[in-house]
C-alpha cells in the first residue's frame, strides 16, 4: 500500500532548528510534486513548502510566514523529502505533513508534531 509517513519533530526552544524527514513507500512518488503542510489546533492546514523537479532542476516556493527560515530538498535516489526549519517561532508550532502538491486526500498520514516552546 502507497504511504507517506513522516519524522523529525519534537519539542525545540524559539530560534532553534529541525529537520523533517518524509519517507515514501515507493518510486511512484518520484513522479510528483511534493510539499510540506502544517495544521495548528483551530487553525487551516496550509501548504509551507513545495517542490518539484524539471529537467534536472529543483523549484521551490514557501509560503510568507516561513519564507528565509525554511528550506525544502528530496533525494528521489532515497524516496524522501526533507524540511529544513531553522529560526524556529512559537507560531511555527503545528503537526507537519507531507503529500503531493496539490494534495491527494488518500496520503495523510500522521504527520509529526512539532512544538516550539520556551
Known amino acids: 500500500q502507497v504511504q507517506l509517513v513522516e519524522s523529525g519533530g519534537g519539542l525545540v526552544q524559539p530560534g532553534g532548528s529541525l529537520r523533517l524527514s518524509c519517507a515514501t513507500s515507493?518510486?511512484?512518488?518520484?513522479?510528483?510534486?511534493m510539499g510540506w503542510y502544517r495544521q495548528a489546533p483551530g487553525k487551516q492546514r496550509e501548504l509551507v513548502a513545495s517542490?518539484?523537479?524539471?529537467?534536472?532542476?529543483?523549484?521551490?516556493d514557501y509560503a510568507d510566514s516561513v519564507k528565509g527560515r525554511f528550506a525544502i530538498s528530496r533525494d528521489i535516489a532515497k524516496n524522501m523529502v526533507y524540511l529544513q526549519m531553522n529560526s524556529l517561532k512559537p507560531e511555527d508550532t503545528a503537526v507537519y505533513y507531507c503529500n503531493r502538491d496539490p494534495p491527494s486526500a488518500q496520503y495523510w498520514g500522521q504527520g509529526t508534531q512539532v512544538t516550539v516552546s520556551s
Open positions: 517542490i518539484k523537479v524539471r529537467d534536472r532542476t529543483y523549484y521551490a
Open positions: 515507493g518510486s511512484i512518488f518520484s513522479l510528483y510534486d
